[in-house]
């Protein structure tokens, strides 16, 4: 079902759904969805195709192998254990579709150089001559045995799908697949078609390893639509893109192993920090080498450009400052929105308001001041949960009011918020008697 969302001006929306508006004021259960969830699309050695993965925390840990060809601790995966440190799930989606490696035994599951890494062992059972122990090796490891008496007895398993005819006098110490290939170059259209299927998915942060002009520009454009036009709020995570808007984090260091390769930890510490929390000051904690030969002023010079950049403190590498690109301020985006932990603040009670609205109230309770005094109980609750969480501050309940719309289907809510922010400046005078 198609629900509506985003932004509105006036009333006058088709679709069911959830318009918010955030405008800075003028100055002269808990029923908090959880954070954590990321989305990027990379290219692989190994994996499915076409389609986006769901995988947790624990899932990467346990079965990597499986799923990305590789294991856990292998120098492959390093971006993906910087990514998964500070979140519990993410979705993936193959961005090269490659050659599935095979020989005269199997073919490999997925396309890719890793294919060629598997090869099939066939041996006479010890304990029973007429059977056979047919083994998938993926490179030193046995991943699959299976003791069959006949070669239509064999099933596909993660890695393999066999071809074998006859098991008969069929012995061999095996002999690696061949061929796979990871396919040709990734253009901006595997970015689109990933950002098609993502539109359906709930997720807290997207990063973009491309430096690709118009592959970037695909991922601001794709924010500031879903972001104000659909209600779906979420942040991209760019290198080096100047984009001006609070939908996008503007990362500013290369490191030594990759320019880009720095995307992977941002987009976890921005998708998985809680409303509550700052990344400012967050030390890196992950495994690449990070450029960070910036003087004070370039520092300062980051932050009037909008860009999130990590410096080195002592022997540790931090976040300076946890913002956005936003640069340009308005009287209806103010300074607060260069602060992804207002925007995060914001941008998750938009989420969790309409969650409320859409799972209990959308179709199924009566637009009278019966109705309506139970959806704002609902906000209300849901306002006081941030409060008591020390997301927001000096909220009261008349911060919140709800009113029947221009017609008999809709409901205006109008909310004040004030979003807390962490200490990120010190200024202390002394007085020396």
Known sequence: MALGGGTFISQNKKLPGTYINFVSAQKASSLMGERGVAAMAIEMDWGKEDQIIEVTAEEFARDSLKIFGYEYTDPKLVGLRDLFKNITKAYFYKLNTGVKASNDLATAKYGGTRGNDIRIVIAKNVDDQSKYDVSTYFGSKEVDKQTVAEAQDLVENDYVTFKIETLEEKATAGENLK???????????????????????????????????????????????????????FQVVLFNKAADYEGVVNVKNETEEGKTAIIYWVTGIIAGCAINKSNTNKTYDGEYT???????????????KGEFVLHKVGDEVRVLTDINSLVTVTTEKGEDFKSNQTIRVLDQFATDTASIFNTKYLGKIPNDDAGRTSLWNDIVKLATDYQTTRAIENFEDADISIQKGNDKKSVVIDTALEPVNAMEKLYMTVVVE
Do not use: P, W
Request: proline share 0%.
């Open 179 to 233: 061929n796979g290939t990871n396919g040709e170059a990734v253009n901006g259209e595997a970015h689109q078609k990933f950002l098609n299927l993502l539109e359906s998915y709930q997720i807290n942060a997207v990063g973009c390893l491309s430096e690709d002009e118009s592959t970037v520009n695909l991922y601001v454009e794709y924010a500031k639509r879903l972001r104000d036009k659909q209600g779906i709020k």
């Open 290 to 304: 990070v450029k960070t030969d910036y003087t004070q002023t370039q520092l300062e010079d980051c932050i009037d």
